[in-house]
Nanobody, 114 residues
Framework: QVQLVESGGGLVQPGGSLRLSCAAS????????MGWYRQVPGKEREFVAH???????NYADSVKGRFTISRDTAKNTVYLQMNSLKPEDTAVYYC????????WGQGTQVTVSS
């Protein structure tokens, strides 16, 4: 059974930073892609970033240059460093792991507001 547990969300002012973490347990290995989507109420879930060990990370255009995804394979944890946050980054952020099917975390709220 795969479990993904996110942490690190919260309230931050525009221009600020947050780091999200997602710890995976179960049969998720370094060769499995992991990443982040986000969702605003009333809208579809939107791709943010993903990473596969040995490959280049991939980002949505809206976050390129501001967000950085990284992975600690020893801890089976993926991180999303978010800098220069904007109000439009406000969303629930969901971690995922891909192993045949998508496995999802419970989501963590990120609110960017003054």
């Amino acid at each position: 059974q795969v479990q993904l547990v996110e942490s690190g969300g919260g309230l931050v002012q525009p221009g600020g930073s947050l780091r999200l973490s997602c710890a995976a347990s179960g049969s998720i290995f370094s060769g499995n892609a992991m990443g982040w989507y986000r969702q605003v109420p009333g809208k579809e879930r939107e791709f943010v970033a993903h990473i596969v060990s040995g490959g280049l990370p991939n980002y949505a255009d809206s976050v390129k240059g501001r967000f950085t995804i990284s992975r600690d394979t020893a801890k089976n944890t993926v991180y999303l460093q978010m800098n220069s946050l904007k109000p439009e980054d406000t969303a629930v952020y969901y971690c995922y792991a891909l192993r045949g099917i998508f496995y999802w975390g419970q989501g963590t709220q990120v609110t960017v507001s003054s």
